[in-house]
Structures are given as C-alpha cells and as structure tokens.
C-alpha cells in the first residue's frame, strides 16, 4: 500500500542528492520521496501532478500550475527569487525558504569579505604575474593598492547577512556604512556597527558590498547612475544575486576605470558565458555563484527542508514561509 502524501524534488535544481535520513523521516509522517531531473518536461509534469510537497530552488508559474494538490514548494536556499511566488499565492501554495543562520550568513558572510580582501590586495593580478615568473613586474604592479585597515564599507542591504558582513569587516578596521530601505530602526544597525545612509552617499565608500533580496525595487539596482556616484578607487562586491546589477553598465564602468573593480560570485545570467568581458579582466575576480558553499554547511539545507515539509504534512505551518498572506490549500496551525 502506497504512502498517503508524496513529496517530489527536483534533484537536478535542488542539487545533493537524496539520503537515507530524508526518505525515512518523511515515512514517518506517511509520505514518499520522489526525485526526478527536470529536463524532461512531460515526464515532470505526470510526477508532479499528484505532489503534495515539491522540493526546488526554481519553479516557474507552469509548475506550479501542473500542481493542483501542491500545499508548499520549499527550497533549501536563503533566496527564493527563482519561484514564482505571485503564482504560488494566487494557487494557495505556500513558498518556504531556508533563512538558516547556520549555514548561509556565516558562509556569505566570510566569502563576501574574501572577495573584498583579494580585490583590496590585487591577489588575481600578482599571483599570475609571480606564477608566470614576472616578479618585478609584480612588485611595480602593487602600485596603486589602497589600505583596507581605515577605509569604509558599504553594505546595501542589511540583513542577516549584511549585518554580518559589518561586523567582521570591523575586525580589519572598516568603517561601515549602509543603505536598507526596510530598516528604519537605525539601532539595529548601530547594534552592528553599521551607520545608515542613503544610498548615494553608500555608494560613496571605498568598497560596496551588495546584500539585498532580489525584488522589483532591487532589480539593476547598480547601475549607470550608481556608478557615477562611486569612487574610481572603490571595488564593487557581489555575492548576492547577479540581476541586482545591470551587468553590461557594470562592464562600461570597468572599461573606463570608473571603479578599480569587481569581485562577483553571481551574475545576471549563469552560468558565466566564456566570452563575458568579465572573464579577461585582471581586475575582476569571478567565481561560480560558491558563496554559500561549503562541505559543512551543505548538510543543513536538506535537513531544514523535511523538517519543514514534515510540519506541513502533521497540519502545522513552517516556521519561514515567505507569502504569509497566502491561505494553504489544507488547513494548518502554528
């Protein structure tokens, strides 16, 4: 006899693969787990149209249309710009993220700063040039090379993640600076060093680190006229979501040295085509949307998922839903 719920990931979205652990606690609550590639349409379609749960970073409206006993698609990532989330609510679905401090802040966090100390340093530049044998070259190279030690930081988005961010970046001497328009409340950035600006005068630091959700507000945040407002010697560092910057402005900003550089873990589309401008910069450190990477923290998004997908199943709402205003297809409590 078959389970009464069947959950469904999307393996080749979603990405590790499916473990003992996940199928034997959904069996506890009388579910199946059911994992199948997304590249064949058709076949997708017949596994998901009797899923009560669908587990993936991506679904477009016609997933969620094919879905009618769907109560929740939950991703295991912090962003969940790659659902429809308008098609969800208006279908009763609920979308659920994974806002887990356990994994993602501390990860972006440390990479983020990373990318920002490798620009500070030139290290792209100086390791080819040492590497190539080209010692003196490198050593005229350094030059110029500002301080990290004293200088700012701006952060544009203070979240979890952007607060963070600050309160490392004070441990190398950065003054920090930000822009959140959905923090009004200055102690809570003042609580992590961070003194709230508008945005042009956050763009005005000598390093910008980018932090917002990807939302209709935050689309090509940074561009052409971003970019007049930053400092030729400033650095721009995104490990957020490539579509917050309009990348080819981003390009015309680099080829007239308008910014010294970049450091970007996302980009507008990924992968990074070979034939980016991007790719051939010595001054830009590209790298493949790895930030919240790491064999630690990869072991938490698949756990948070069941445990989410299991709350919902026993008739409770999960603890981040992100369309609260939704009405869930089945009713559920706190």
């Not at 887990?100 to 290290?123: D, P, Q």
């Not at 350094?142 to 952060?155: A, D, K, R």
């Not at 005068?201 to 917002?212: E, F, G, M, R």
Request: proline share 4%.
């Amino acid at each position: 006899m078959g389970k009464k719920y069947k959950v469904v990931k999307l393996s080749k979205i979603l990405g590790s693969a499916v473990t003992t652990w996940q199928r034997e606690e959904l069996a506890k609550v009388d579910a199946e787990l059911i994992e199948i590639s997304d590249g064949n349409k058709s076949e997708l379609v017949e596994t998901i149209k009797d899923a009560h749960i669908i587990l993936s970073g991506m679904a477009p409206r016609w997933i969620i249309e094919a879905a009618p006993k769907c109560m929740a698609i939950i991703t295991g990532n912090v962003g969940f710009d790659g659902i429809d989330v308008v098609a969800a609510t208006e279908n009763n679905i609920l979308v659920v993220n994974n806002p887990s401090f356990e994994w993602c802040v501390e990860e972006v966090s440390n990479h983020a700063l990373t990318l920002l100390l490798a620009c500070a340093k030139k290290v792209k530049m100086l390791d080819r040039l040492v590497s190539q044998g080209r010692w003196t070259e490198a050593k005229q190279a350094q030059t110029p090379m500002g301080s990290v030690y004293g200088q700012t930081l701006g952060i544009i988005g203070c979240g979890a993640i952007g607060r963070m961010v600050a309160r490392k970046a004070r441990c190398f001497g950065l003054n920090v600076i930000g822009y959140d328009p959905y923090m009004p409340e200055s102690y809570v950035a003042r609580e992590n060093g961070i003194s709230l600006m508008r945005l042009g005068l956050t763009l005005k630091a000598d390093y910008v680190s980018l932090h917002p959700d990807l939302n209709e507000k935050s689309f090509h945040l940074i561009d052409d006229g971003a970019f007049e407002h930053m400092k030729s010697s400033a650095y721009l560092i995104n490990t957020s979501r490539g579509k917050v910057v309009d990348e080819a402005a981003l390009i015309r900003a680099l080829r007239e040295k308008r910014i010294a550089g970049a450091g970007l873990d996302v980009f507008e589309d990924e992968p990074l085509s070979k034939d980016s401008p991007l790719t051939t910069m010595e001054n830009v450190i590209v790298l493949p949307h790895s930030s919240s990477y790491s064999d630690e923290s990869f072991k938490k998004p698949p756990i948070n998922t069941i445990r989410e997908a299991c709350r919902i199943l026993t008739g409770k709402l999960p603890l981040n839903a992100v369309n609260k205003p939704v009405s869930p297809r089945a009713e559920l409590v706190n």
